[in-house]
């Protein structure tokens, strides 16, 4: 049993997928969620709605975590209503999926912008409401070190977002908050109904799996909450990977 009953997370994109699954574990295990969402409204009063269903504390703040204003308001009202912060799950995502010759200036600049970018500014403006034992733990996927089709912009975006989080790390480590990066296998969330070759992603990931099934937002939830434990204070700038074994193959 791990006890986050006290602690305060904000989890980003939190209305569905990965990181709903996160902000259910968090606040199975006593933590008073903040969940972060721009457009989906109704799933993410799905998931208060969840959260509240097993006993916790979880309440919304729409932000559009590319704008700098967006964001700040955001945190001024966590502010008002915490006034601090524990964990910090840095798991919203998005980008275009395209190949390399029909890609455009915006596209690179929204995927960095969201994958990457935020993550630096939540950090900023997160960490003057964290004490020493704080957590702070970016989500991240296996594209960051491998090619996969129509992947080229966003794969760019969390190689940036893991790179960040070890310099992050260096500067934080001194103030007693771990940062890390989970970087998921290959997970059937809504963002992989958007490739246009989902069906061969998840057949590759099922071949070469050796624990013989898919990575579940569960999986990555489990991570999360062992990362946000006092068992986890010395795993501190690493990218852990849960995927089943898939990267060993090579």
């Given at each position: 049993m791990i006890n986050l009953h006290g602690k305060v997370a904000l989890v980003t994109g939190g209305s569905r997928g990965i990181g709903?699954?996160?902000?259910?574990?968090?606040?199975?295990?006593?933590?008073?969620?903040?969940?972060?969402?721009?457009?989906?409204?109704?799933?993410?009063?799905?998931?208060?709605?969840?959260?509240?269903?097993?006993?916790?504390?979880?309440?919304?703040?729409?932000?559009?975590?590319?704008?700098?204003?967006?964001?700040?308001?955001?945190?001024?009202?966590?502010?008002?209503?915490?006034?601090?912060?524990?964990?910090?799950?840095?798991?919203?995502?998005?980008?275009?999926?395209?190949?390399?010759?029909?890609?455009?200036?915006?596209?690179?600049?929204?995927?960095?912008?969201?994958?990457?970018?935020?993550?630096?500014?939540?950090?900023?403006?997160?960490?003057?409401?964290?004490?020493?034992?704080?957590?702070?733990?970016a989500i991240s996927s296996i594209g960051a070190v491998r090619a996969i089709p129509n992947y080229t912009v966003v794969g760019a975006s969390k190689a940036a977002l893991e790179s960040l989080v070890r310099h992050l790390a260096v500067e934080l480590g001194p103030r007693g908050i771990t940062v890390n990066t989970i970087s998921a296998g290959v997970v059937d969330t809504d963002a992989l109904k958007k490739f246009p070759n989902r069906e061969e992603l998840i057949r590759a990931s099922m071949e070469r799996t050796p624990l013989g099934r898919m990575t579940t937002p569960e999986d990555v939830a489990d991570v999360v909450l062992l990362l946000c434990s006092k068992r986890a204070a010395m795993i501190h700038g690493q990218v852990l990977l849960v995927d089943g074994g898939y990267a060993i193959h090579g």
């Open positions: 709903r699954a996160i902000a259910l574990e968090l606040a199975r295990q006593g933590a008073e969620v903040i969940i972060n969402y721009v457009r989906h409204h109704n799933r993410a009063r799905e998931t208060v709605e969840a959260v509240q269903a097993i006993g916790g504390t979880c309440h919304m703040i729409r932000a559009n975590l590319a704008n700098a204003d967006s964001l700040s308001a955001m945190f001024a009202e966590i502010r008002e209503r915490h006034q601090h912060l524990d964990i910090l799950i840095s798991n919203a995502a998005s980008g275009i999926l395209k190949p390399m010759e029909e890609l455009k200036v915006k596209h690179w600049d929204w995927a960095m912008d969201i994958n990457a970018r935020a993550l630096l500014f939540l950090v900023q403006q997160g960490t003057p409401l964290m004490q020493a034992g704080g957590r702070i733990i």
